[in-house]
């Protein structure tokens, strides 16, 4: 099993940037797929990014290509998410995923261990 912890949400304005990071505990953290999901107030959780074992291959949703990027770092157990040009629509408590699977899956039924979440808050 792996454990997960989030850190790195927080409140910033309309085009400020912030960086999530998710720190893995328990398990060979480099054969785990990685995610970021976030789930806004009254709406479904999504996802927003994922990589494979590698980090080589990786995974956007569109409402965020161009903006945010997933990175890992197999050496730290850590995985990433920056965000650049945050908007008001991406407020939303941020989760860090992982599967076993070595492959780009897009949904939360792939994914067996969680964290806790993260809030981001974007501001107009």
């Known amino acids: 099993q792996v454990q997960l912890v989030e850190s790195g949400g927080g409140l910033v304005q309309a085009g400020g940037s912030l960086r999530l990071s998710c720190v893995a505990s328990?398990?060979?953290?480099?054969?785990?797929?990685m995610a970021w999901f976030r789930q806004a107030l009254g709406k479904e959780r999504d996802i927003v990014a994922a990589?494979?074992?590698?980090?080589?291959?990786?995974y956007y949703a569109d409402s965020v290509k161009g903006r945010f990027t997933i990175s890992r770092d197999n050496a730290k157990n850590t995985v990433y998410l920056q965000m650049n040009s945050l908007k008001p629509e991406d407020t939303a408590v941020y989760y860090c995923?992982?599967?076993?699977?070595?492959?780009?899956?897009?949904?939360?039924?792939?994914?067996?261990?969680w964290g806790q979440g993260t809030q981001v808050t974007v501001s107009s």
């Open positions: 990589l494979t074992w590698s980090g080589i291959s990786t």
């Open positions: 995923a992982a599967t076993r699977l070595n492959n780009l899956s897009a949904v939360t039924t792939a994914y067996a261990y």
């Open positions: 328990g398990s060979t953290f480099s054969r785990y797929g």
